[in-house]
């Protein structure tokens, strides 16, 4: 069993920026992708970024492109996401979420455990 915890949310003006961070549990943290996603009210769960085990490869959605980095740091069993140049419509819950598969990060069927979230608000 993994655990998530995310930190880092919070309320930000628009052009700001913040780095959520995602610390897990267990000792396996080494071994899974890593994806953040984030959920606006009234609208489905959204793909942002996600991580391979390894850190060489990163996937973003194209709405965050460019303005947010997804890291890892796997001797401290977290991931981060910078996110910079926010926007309002960057305002939803972002969950942190692992998985098992190296592929397919971009579906959220792939992960395997997810945290609880944590808020982002960008007032403009």
């Known amino acids: 069993q993994v655990q998530l915890v995310e930190s880092g949310g919070g309320l930000v003006q628009a052009g700001g920026s913040l780095r959520l961070s995602c610390a897990t549990s267990g000792r396996t943290f080494s071994t899974y992708a890593m994806g953040w996603w984030r959920q606006a009210p009234g609208k489905e769960r959204d793909f942002v970024a996600a991580?391979?085990?390894?850190?060489?490869?990163?996937f973003y959605s194209d709405s965050v492109k460019g303005r947010f980095t997804i890291s890892r740091d796997n001797a401290k069993n977290t991931v981060y996401l910078q996110m910079s140049n926010l926007k309002p419509e960057d305002t939803a819950i972002y969950y942190c979420?692992?998985?098992?598969?190296?592929?397919?990060?971009?579906?959220?069927?792939?992960?395997?455990?997810w945290g609880l979230g944590t808020q982002v608000t960008v007032s403009s």
């Open positions: 991580v391979t085990s390894s850190g060489v490869s990163r």
């Open positions: 979420a692992a998985a098992r598969t190296q592929t397919y990060l971009l579906r959220g069927a792939s992960y395997n455990y």
